[in-house]
């Protein structure tokens, strides 16, 4: 029984995990041998300050390093090596976003394989998807995915809640639109030219017009087609968690790579739109809104469509830092 991660298991494991998505394919994830084991961290130089910090603190490289983490969990089991996870197992360094520990049950074969190899083929698809309804087995499974990393999927249904998220949503981005310092930000992350990160323009999605059922961030300032630049309606999900602490937040990470990975198993296109999120009065709406006492963690779009395009990603090498002992050891 392997009582300890290698070097080379945590590298082939991390090549998986740096596919899972983050906010502005910023990638605010490190990777760490300790003494055995394997520590998610956040990585402090790929701050988001506005639109990921503000008043949600960390919310959204936690959100990112617990959907890293899944791939991370896939990776390791199917190397024969589960892990065991603690979520923010170290109140004293709070960077440290989860442990994972040989031994522990890895998913079952048939869901778990077919998991990971959605992982190279999942992008965030910004383009319209087709009037074809998403049909009732498919959403039954996205529901259960999520609940079985602890979190809940509320699904939309019906033209006037679709398009009441849908305000919601287009109110939260005028009131980060109106922000310089969210306008900066996505120029920051935005790239014209080969980088390891950020979103290439040519990727990016429209400008958000007054006519969007859902709007899309717009990196590259391009310009929709004229009218509705989207579907009229396509399946809306609101995943959440009982509360809003980091630990919920970093296991509705693992619930929204879940969700993406499943949809994209499936056949299926996603995006998410996470600006009813960042405005706190949007997201108090939005809870009210579907009756829900937990919090509301990310707002995702999913449909029949064209795969979205790939965007690029940093080595291994480069988020993984040198390996330390335990305290004592």
Same mark, same amino acid.
């Given at each position: ?45 790929? =701050?988001? &300050? *506005?639109? %990921? ?7 959204? +490289?936690?959100? #990112?390093? !617990? /959907?890293? @983490? ?60 087709? =009037?074809? &309804? *998403?049909? %009732? ?7 259960? +995915?999520?609940? #079985?990393? !602890? /979190?809940? @999927? ?60 859902? =709007?899309?961030?717009?990196? %590259? ?109």
């Amino acid at each position: 029984m392997t009582t300890a991660y290698t070097a080379a298991v945590l590298e082939k494991a991390v090549a998986a995990a740096i596919r899972a998505p983050s906010m502005h394919n910023s990638q605010p994830w490190r990777f760490r041998l300790c003494g055995g084991d394997i520590e998610v961290r956040v990585d402090r130089h790929r =701050p988001l &300050p *506005v639109a %990921g910090h503000g008043h949600l603190g960390d919310w959204a +490289a936690q959100i #990112a390093c !617990g /959907a890293a @983490l899944f791939n991370l969990r896939l990776a390791l089991a199917a190397e024969g090596v589960p892990a065991r996870v603690r979520l923010c197992p170290d109140r004293h360094d709070p960077d440290v976003v989860a442990r994972l520990e040989p031994g522990g049950a890895g998913p079952a074969d048939d869901v778990g394989s077919g998991l990971l190899a959605a992982v190279p083929r999942r992008h965030s698809s910004r383009a319209p998807f087709s =009037p074809e &309804p *998403v049909p %009732g087995e498919l959403r039954q499974r996205l529901v259960q +995915a999520v609940h #079985a990393e !602890g /979190a809940w @999927l509320e699904l939309v249904v019906g033209t006037a809640a679709v398009e009441a998220v849908g305000e919601l949503a287009r109110s939260a981005n005028r009131v980060l639109e109106r922000d310089p310092g969210y306008r900066d930000e996505i120029a920051r992350w935005t790239r014209s030219g080969p980088a390891p990160d950020g979103v290439p323009a040519r990727t990016g999605g429209p400008v958000a017009e007054p006519q969007d059922l859902l =709007p899309q961030r717009p990196s %590259g300032g391009r310009l929709g087609a004229p009218g509705r630049s989207v579907e009229s309606e396509p399946l809306v999900a609101v995943l959440g968690s009982a509360a809003d602490t980091g630990t919920d937040r970093t296991a509705a990470g693992q619930a929204l790579q879940r969700l993406l990975l499943t949809a994209t198993d499936a056949g299926l296109a996603a995006s998410m739109l996470s600006q009813p999120i960042e405005v706190p009065a949007a997201r108090e709406r939005l809870r009210t809104a579907l009756g829900r006492f937990g919090v509301p963690q990310m707002v995702v779009r999913i449909g029949y469509g064209q795969p979205g395009r790939p965007t690029p990603r940093r080595e291994p090498a480069a988020v993984i830092d040198a390996p330390t002992s335990p305290a004592g050891v």
